[in-house]
C-alpha cells in the first residue's frame, strides 16, 4: 500500500475539508484551492481516525469513580445558565436506517446588567445506544459548566427516551418541553375534529394552545376534555393529546420559564440535526458505516464549535502514539490510516 507524506498543516486542511464537503469534493478543493494533493482513501482513512482517537479521548476525560460511577471532567466555564438540548435524526447506515442523537449544550456567561452575556454552544452527534449518549452529554454538559451554574434547563421534545435520559443524567435541570411540539399535538387533535385548514381548527387550537403557553395545564385539558368523540378516530385522537399532556404536565410551566428568561422550544437542536448531521451525512448516493459516520461527525463537531484548532494542536504525535497502541492490540486494524498517522507524524 502507497505512503503518502503529508505535513501537520496538510493533515489540518485535510480534516476541515472533509468535515465540510463529501470527500470526492474535499479532494477535488484541496487541490484546486490548497495545491493539497491526496487521495480519497487518504484522506477518509486520516478523518476517520483522527475521529476514533477524538472519541476516545472524549471516554478518557470520565474518570472512574470508585467503580461504581464516573466523576465529570473538569469544567471550563462557569456559566450564569447552561441549557442542554437534545433530538435525534435518522440517517443511512450498514444498509438500514439509524438514529443519530444529537445533544448541544449552550452555556451563558457575563453580567445581566451589562447585557454582556456571552454564548459558548457546542454539540455531539452519536449513532450509539442511549446509556453511552447520555453520558457523553453529561460530559460535554459538565465540561461547559453544568455542574455550577445556577440555573440549568434540559428542553426537549416529547420523546419518552428524551426524558428518561434528561433523569437519568439532568436531574438538577429544569425540565422544559418544545413549546411548538405541542402545538403540534393540538393541532393533530384539532384537525382530527375540525378538519384540516379549516377555522374551527385555527380558532380551537390558538385557544387551546394559548392556555397552555399560560400555563393554565387544567383549563387545557378540560377544553379537550369537552371534545365530543364519536368515532373511533376521534377517540383516539383526544386520548393520545390527553395523555401527551398528563405526561408532560411537569414540564409546561411557561409563564415561570419565560420570566427566567429560558427557551420554550428547542429550535437549537433540530436545527444542529439539519446542519450538523443531514447536511453532511444525507447527500445523494452517500454510502456509511456506523462508525465511519460517527467518526465524521465527531471531527466535524470540533470544527463547528471551534475547538478544531485547539484540539488539533496535539494531533500529530498523540494520534501516532494512539495509533501505534491500536496496532498493538489488534494488528489487523493496520490499514492506510496507520500509515497516515506515522507519515504525519515524522514530517
Known amino acids: 500500500m502507497a505512503c503518502y507524506p503529508i505535513t501537520p498543516e496538510a493533515g489540518r486542511l485535510v480534516a476541515e475539508e472533509t468535515a465540510e464537503r463529501s470527500y470526492d469534493l474535499a479532494v477535488s478543493h484541496l487541490r484546486k484551492s490548497h495545491r493539497v494533493t491526496v487521495g480519497k482513501e487518504l484522506i477518509l482513512g486520516m478523518t476517520t481516525s483522527v475521529g476514533a482517537y477524538w472519541l476516545e479521548q472524549d471516554k478518557a476525560a470520565l474518570q472512574p469513580r470508585n467503580h461504581v460511577g464516573f466523576a465529570p471532567p473538569v469544567a471550563t466555564l462557569q456559566p450564569k445558565t447552561c441549557l442542554i438540548f437534545a433530538d435525534g435524526v435518522m440517517i443511512h447506515t450498514d444498509g438500514a436506517w439509524h438514529e443519530a442523537r444529537v445533544g448541544t449544550v449552550r452555556s451563558?456567561?457575563?453580567?445581566?446588567?451589562?447585557?454582556?452575556?456571552?454564548?459558548?454552544k457546542s454539540s455531539i452527534a452519536r449513532l450509539c445506544p442511549l446509556e453511552e449518549f447520555g453520558l457523553?452529554?453529561?460530559?460535554?454538559?459538565?465540561?461547559?459548566?453544568?455542574?455550577?451554574?445556577?440555573v440549568s434547563a434540559f428542553i426537549a421534545d416529547g420523546s419518552h427516551w428524551l426524558w428518561n435520559l434528561a433523569q437519568d443524567r439532568f436531574g438538577r435541570a429544569i425540565p422544559i418541553l418544545d413549546f411548538w411540539h405541542l402545538c403540534e399535538h393540538v393541532g393533530n387533535c384539532a384537525k382530527e375534529f375540525f378538519g384540516e385548514k379549516t377555522p374551527e381548527t385555527e380558532a380551537w387550537s390558538l385557544k387551546v394552545c394559548g392556555t397552555l403557553r399560560a400555563?393554565?395545564?387544567?383549563?387545557?385539558?378540560?377544553?379537550?376534555?369537552?371534545?365530543?368523540?364519536r368515532s373511533p378516530a376521534k377517540r383516539n385522537a383526544k386520548h393520545e393529546l390527553i395523555t401527551y399532556l398528563n405526561n408532560n404536565r411537569t414540564r409546561m410551566d411557561y409563564p415561570r420559564y419565560e420570566a427566567m428568561g429560558l427557551p420554550i422550544g428547542s429550535g437549537e437542536v433540530e436545527a444542529q440535526c439539519k446542519t450538523l448531521v443531514q447536511a453532511r451525512c444525507k447527500q445523494a448516493g452517500m454510502r456509511?458505516?456506523?462508525?465511519?459516520?460517527?467518526?465524521?461527525?465527531?471531527?466535524?463537531?470540533?470544527v463547528r464549535d471551534g475547538s478544531f484548532d485547539a484540539m488539533f494542536?496535539?494531533?500529530?504525535?498523540?494520534?501516532?502514539?494512539?495509533r501505534a497502541r491500536q496496532t498493538r492490540r489488534n494488528p489487523a486494524t493496520s490499514t492506510v490510516a496507520n500509515t497516515t498517522a506515522s507519515s504525519v507524524a515524522m514530517n
Not at 453580567?111 to 452575556?117: A, L, V
Not at 457523553?136 to 445556577?150: N, V
Not at 400555563?215 to 377544553?223: P, W, Y
Open 288 to 302: 456509511w458505516s456506523r462508525s465511519g459516520a460517527e467518526q465524521l461527525l465527531r471531527v466535524r463537531c470540533a
Open 313 to 322: 494542536n496535539h494531533w500529530p504525535t498523540d494520534l501516532a502514539a494512539w
Open 108 to 120: 451563558e456567561c457575563g453580567d445581566d446588567k451589562h447585557d454582556k452575556r456571552q454564548r459558548h
Open 136 to 150: 457523553d452529554l453529561w460530559r460535554k454538559a459538565h465540561q461547559m459548566g453544568y455542574g455550577t451554574a445556577p
Open 215 to 229: 400555563g393554565l395545564v387544567n383549563d387545557a385539558l378540560k377544553e379537550v376534555e369537552r371534545l365530543a368523540a
